[in-house]
Each structure stands twice: as C-alpha cells, then as structure tokens.
C-alpha cells in the first residue's frame, strides 16, 4: 500500500505519497496563503491526493490513507484541527470535511509528533521502544513514541518539552511562563545568543562571518566562527549547547529513553562541534545506570522529509 | 486472592498481607537493621510472609504474589536490587533467593513506583489513564502509570523528576548536577529553606513556632507560622510553593496526565494554604488546553500506607 502524507507549515504545504518504506515516490508543494478557509483546506487535500496519485501512476485505490501533521493541537480521535499557533485554523473538523470528497481513512497529527512518527519508522529511531525527537526550530518541538505509538498524554498536548522551565525566573516566554527550555535552546534563541555576542564583539571573527552572509545572523554563524579559531564563536556555541544538555539530561532523567534524536537545521552541525561535546555533557550529568544502558543521542535522519514521511505514516501506525 | 507487599525503606522495612481492594489485614514492622546480608533479607521477606498469613488467618496458598518495593534501581524483570543509596544492596537476585524457600510469584520495584500504582488502583488515582504521582520527601519521587501500568523508561530508571534542573547553574545536588528540582521543592528543601529565614529572622513568629518544637525545624515550621499571621512564614511558603510549581508545571507539559497526586508529609497541609494556591499557578502557568482537559492537582490519600500497598499490587497489576 502507499501513503498521502501533507505536512501544514506556517508558510508552505508540503504533500508527498510515500511508500511503505519511507520512501517519497511524488510530492508537491504550495503556499498556504492560498488556503482560504476551511473548506478550502479539506478541498487542497482531495485535489493534492488525486494530483500525487496521477504523477505517481498510482491508484486511488492503492492509498491506504491520508495523514495531516499540523503545527498546533489537534484531536486525533475526531480528526479535528483544535488550535494553531500561526494558521487562521481553528475547530476544524478535517475528516469530516475531506470524507465528503472523498472516502480514504484520513488522520490528522501535530507536526512534531509527524517528525518522530517519521524517525521511528524510517529514521533514528528504528528499533527503539522509547524514542524521543526534539526539533531545534523557533521553538523546540517533541515526540514520544512508546513502543511504537506516539504520546499524547491525556488530551492530546504532551511533549511539550520547549515550555519546561530549565532557568526558574529566567527570561520570559510567550507561553506565560519564565526561562522555558526553548529560550534558551532553540535555533531562535542560538540566533538571539549570537546576536548578542556580535554586537558586543563587534571586531571578532563571528562579525566578518556574519558580514560575509549579508549582514544576516544564522543559526550556523557561531558555528563558523568556532572553526575559524574565533573565541566569540567559541563562547556561543559552548554556552548554547549547555542549555542544550540542560533539558535533554531532564528528559533522559524523566524518560530514560533507548533513543533521543535531535532535528532541524541546528542539528546538521559536524559532529565534532555539536554532538560530541553534547553527549559528553548528557553523560556527565545524567542519573548513572550503566554505560550499556544509557540515552543514545542521535542526529535525526530525515530532515525537512520528516514532516511529510510521518504525516503519511500516520496510517501505517493505525494499522499495526 | 490476597497479596504480601513489603516495603523496605531506609529504617524500616515495613510489611502487610492486603485484600483486591487495597486493604491490609494484618502488618508487620521491623529494622533493617536486622538484616545482615542478602540472604537474610531474602528469609525475612518468607518469614514475614509466613507471619502475617498467621496473623491474618490466611493460607499461604491463597498468596498471590508477594511485592517488594525498594528505595533504588532495580530489574523488574529479573527480579533484583541493582542499586541502593541508602542500603548496601547491590546487585541481588532477591527473586533467585526467595525461591529457595518459597515459590509464591516475587516481584520488585522502585519504592516511588509503588506509591504511584498504590495509589492508582486504591488512592487517588483510582480511574485515571495517565497519572503520575510525586512524593516530596528527602527527593522527590515520582511514578507515571500509563493506562496502567508503571512506565520504566529503557531502563527501568525513568521518573526520577527530581532530578530535573529547573533552576540553570542553580544549587549543587549530590547526584552532580545543578539547580536540580528536589533541591528547591523537596521536604528537606523546605525545611532547609525554613532554616535559613529563621536565622535570618529571630524574632520572627516563626522562631517562636520552632522553639516550641523544641528548637526542631519541621516541614510544618513554616506553615504553622503563616497561619498564626507569620510574614516570614508566609514568604517561606508562598517561596516553597512557586518552587513546587515550576517543575509541577513541567510535568504538565510534557505529560499531560489526566490526575497528578501529591504525597508526603508537606502534602498534609491543609488545601487552603496549600494545593489551592498550587493549582491556582499550575492553572496559570501550564499550557492553554481547556479547562475541561486540564490536569488536576490532588493529594496522595494513602499515607505511608501506600509503600505497602503498591508494593502488594505489583502482583495484581501482573496479572492484569
């Protein structure tokens, strides 16, 4: 059987039918400007899968279902959209929408539940019965999976890992709270750190590198910056993969999963730089249990794929 | 069917025969101390088993299981204590060892999962799905029992919570972290934090409460001193509390349990000075999902009776 996959981003809609080892034999991709409303929605669905199944020569019929990852809470039972941070989407009953087009099981997910749905089935986390992800995006995004099924918690909002407090009365956060993990650790606070150290060190070498990308700050700048010999670089990153460990080593002490893949554009960092020095420190730190038994910190394989892989693996998991 | 739990604390190792429904019909008390080595403690475990069917008028054959629960790490499978702080237990296999004398089912378990699983089948967490218990004591302990059952992580390690850093670079913790939880919100912590304003406040009601105690700082101190109108009281409460709150918070987000109990001397405080302006900071502070969906706060209902309890229930969750 094969797989509809439609990861729902802030800005784009990324749609892929994907086979049942993961691999994506079609996609496409659209601005989500373009989605009106709801309707609308439901509709850009039906048209996506009958326009993959063309471009794939697959049959309807062979498309065992449909999954949707979408950034916000969702209600996996009903296959309702409940809230998104930065879509106009609210109380949408999708299912019940798309089955007037058509009549394909369809499954809906929050995307970075989709991501480490995707790492367990075709990524890092293949083989492990506790897996954990963590996405390093503007905030920092989880997924549980236990024995082969994804964490929801009791009303369909757990792994809200980024929104634990890791500095008590430390810098405040959107969500309400003060000194969320995700202030400190996500690729937006490495931006904001880096930032920060460039305009106190404007003659550093982290400077020149950010000149040379346009005067832009990016998540890889202090990276850089470290490999050329730069203190700067060197002080930023050092101190960003702290906070990093900070929380991993929470969730290792509270989860002691097999498996802990971390994602985004962060995570592609050589590994000498990043994740080295980060198991080092979740090693050092974490509640002792024998070598043998400890967290295995992984790079999560699947990049920018993970979205649309664990969209459509939404069914596989349903039918296991 | 009846079921022996044991519990094997620090000083004592407590034992009690107990009914389907979680009550003990006779009990036994005594010093681990007594115990010189494993095999002793392992003909403890049968002659109190032996003891309490006297007591209690019962046939050994009606003995379902019989249940330890013990303060460190331990292989539930195997059944044995790999590691204790307290103890000088290591590495027994106490189910090989029993069975020398008796071949009634032995199983074992870290001493905060059986609270949680105490209080889950006979407390209250009677009916929850996703529950988790903390103990606030020397630590802070905790169990997550999911649709269940006791979640152990890879390892069987998970659910140490209190070693959780909810303040970055905070104070130094034995376990060689930082700013860990239990240093700020455990029963020790209060009184530690209890000390520290009494000192700093001499003539405060709260040093006539302790003077009154016989110069003995309790977790109670405190409290006893905010509600006789104690401003330093009042500050070391309300201080504790935001501390307990913070990683109650934390626990929220990532587990979305439905019900979270509280044990342990502190959480006999009396609701109003207490859970109720708890829950008022969790409400606030946790993460928006309806008021319907939220988790609710209660206390732990069984006591130091639920070391017991849970331990005896190891064997009825087995067979369930």
């Not at 996506?48 to 019929?61: H, K, P, S």
């Not at 798309?98 to 986390?125: K, M, T, V």
């Not at 989880?142 to 810098?171: D, F, P, W």
């Not at 080295?276 to 999560?300: F, H, N």
Request: with cysteine; proline share 3%.
């Amino acid at each position: 059987m094969k797989y509809i996959g439609i990861d729902v981003g802030g800005t784009n809609l990324k749609a892929g039918l994907v086979d049942e080892s993961g691999l994506i034999l079609a996609s496409q991709k659209m601005k989500i400007a373009q989605v009106d409303d709801r309707d609308s929605l439901a509709w850009t669905l039906v048209a996506l899968t009958q326009d993959l199944c063309r471009a794939a020569g697959v049959g309807l019929e062979q498309v065992a279902s449909v999954g949707v990852g979408v950034p916000g809470t969702v209600d996996v039972r009903s296959g309702s959209i409940l809230y998104t941070c930065n879509l106009p989407l609210q109380n949408v009953p999708l299912r019940k929408l798309f089955h007037r087009y058509l009549s394909i099981p369809l499954y809906i997910e929050n995307d970075a539940n989709c991501a480490a749905l995707a790492e367990y089935f075709a990524g890092a986390g293949q083989g492990s019965k506790r897996f954990v992800t963590i996405t390093l995006g503007t905030g920092i995004g989880a997924g549980i999976i236990h024995n082969g099924k994804i964490y929801h918690g009791s009303n369909g909002m757990a792994g809200e890992v980024g929104h634990m407090t890791i500095l008590y009365q430390g810098e405040p956060c959107p969500c309400g709270r003060r000194g969320c993990w995700e202030r400190y650790a996500s690729a937006s606070a490495l931006k904001r750190q880096t930032a920060r150290a460039l305009e106190e060190n404007p003659d550093s070498i982290l400077a020149a590198v950010v000149a040379e990308n346009g005067g832009r700050v990016s998540g890889q700048s202090a990276f850089i910056a470290m490999r050329r010999g730069d203190r700067v670089g060197e002080q930023v990153c050092r101190q960003y993969i702290d906070y990093l460990a900070a929380g991993i080593v929470n969730l290792v002490n509270i989860f002691q999963p097999d498996t802990l893949a971390i994602g985004g554009g962060v995570s592609n960092e050589d590994d000498r730089y990043l994740l080295q020095p980060l198991r080092k420190l979740v090693e050092q730190e974490s509640l002792p249990c024998g070598r043998d038994k400890m967290t295995k910190i992984v790079k999560a394989e699947l990049g920018a794929r993970a979205g649309i892989i664990g969209a459509a693996f939404l069914g596989k998991n349903k039918r296991v």
